[in-house]
């Protein structure tokens, strides 16, 4: 099994802002470092910029500001060292610079088989969980992680 991650969040100013220049332009760098970072397995691309960024959420599609982020990898330490221990860590104690601070839960951890491939769609439903339910096996977050099923 593999852990998937998904992160959404609300840019404070439009995706070519200045609000949140220095975040975009980091993007790349940071796609770079996880994808060099031991466990890591996929993530999610478009062909319109950094990351992800042209790819809409369900639910946000006319949001431009509405940014996605899903991931694959290896096991829960390997991801929790790249997202807290990396040079990532330091953007992530800054994202209340970035993203407008969200009333329900933005991230959510599920497992998926070796070779999955999990859709922005299966993402959403797994956030919906969640948000919905709490940390369960089918969705969990960062401080609550739970271990592959069986």
């Known amino acids: 099994m593999h852990l998937a991650q998904l992160n959404v969040g609300r840019l ?14 980091a993007i790349p760098a940071m796609n770079l470092l996880a994808e ?3 466990g890591f397995v996929w993530r999610l691309a478009d062909d319109e910029g950094p990351g992800a960024t042209g790819i809409r959420f369900p639910g946000h599609e006319d949001d431009q500001r509405y940014i996605v ?3 694959v990898w290896e096991d829960f330490d390997s991801l929790r060292h790249y997202v807290a221990r990396s040079g ?10 970035w ?4 009333p329900q839960p933005t991230t959510v951890l599920w497992w998926v088989p070796d070779g999955h ?9 797994r956030l ?3 948000r919905t339910h709490g940390p ?15």
């Open 117 to 125: 491939t999990p859709s922005v769609d299966e993402a959403a439903e």
């Open 12 to 25: 404070v100013g439009e995706p070519d802002g200045p609000e949140v220049a220095e975040f975009m332009t």
């Open 128 to 130: 919906g969980r969640l």
């Open 36 to 38: 060099s970072s031991p």
């Open 99 to 102: 993203f407008e601070k969200p």
């Open 69 to 71: 982020n899903l991931s």
């Open 136 to 150: 369960t096996q089918e969705a969990f977050d960062m401080a609550n992680p739970h271990p592959p099923a069986g």
């Open 88 to 97: 990532h860590g330091m953007y992530l104690r800054r994202r209340r610079e």
